[in-house]
């Protein structure tokens, strides 16, 4: 995709009708869902410009992958997947902060997490070395209890907390990937059961796979639906959008055009 530049040049366009309210931001069609679906490969730092609107489209690379092919690539084991190819939000991404190392910054003595890849990209979103260290430390208790023994009715009952708060605080982000109330309540009954106690859960590719179902779900007919995307659609419609409007530019005998 990143060697056709019409697709390129077609999202930015798109961006610059929006900001400047020709188009509104919610307009359905293909551009919309690949600008919702790749926002960091086709804006800087994901955020699509609100100004500079001709400088804005630059030589960039689609290296994002559906999960389904990160497992894959990584012999479906999530350990070995790099950080580069984790999601931001989903359940492997939670797992993955959760196991970044806390480390001392010397010149301030403050508390925050390594300076890997994915917490590069959290930054880049926002994110805080508070807001991560406090994530961090969430989400470390929720796995810990989750792969531990306990009553599986206190365990969903923690699960659903965390959940809610992350919907109440990132509703943009629950809606983009489609994750539900509904589909967690599924995903809990398949994990845990309705048994009052919950085994030990050895750490393995298997079970994390299976502690990961929903993102593989996501992946296919979620919310976001990577692996699903046709890719040869989504690359000749902007060669046709084009040509359609070189064509009425002809007929008008634009004299920027000609």
Known sequence: MDRVAELMLA??????????????????GLFTTLQIMFPEEFFDRGKAPTSGFSKAPVERFFKKKSLLM???????????????????????????LSKTKTVVDLPTGRTCLEETDFVRRLKAQGKTDVDLVSLKARYSEMIRKLQGQGPASLLKDTV?????????????????????LEGLERELKELLGDE?????????????????????VNDVCGGSPLFSVNYVYAIIQPMFFFEQVEEKLKKSRNPFYM
């Open 11 to 28: 999202i930015h366009l798109r961006n610059m009708l929006v900001q400047k309210g020709y188009l509104g931001k919610q307009t359905g």
């Open 70 to 96: 990160a497992c894959s690539m990584a012999e479906w084991n999530p350990d070995r997947i790099p950080d580069a190819d984790v999601r931001l939000p989903s359940l492997l991404g939670m797992f993955r």
């Open 160 to 180: 659903r907390k965390e959940f809610l708060k992350q919907c109440q605080l990132h509703p943009e982000e629950c809606t983009r990937y489609g994750f539900t």
């Open 196 to 216: 009052e106690h919950v085994v030990h859960r050895v750490p393995s590719p298997v079970n994390m796979l299976t502690s990961f179902r929903a993102d593989l």
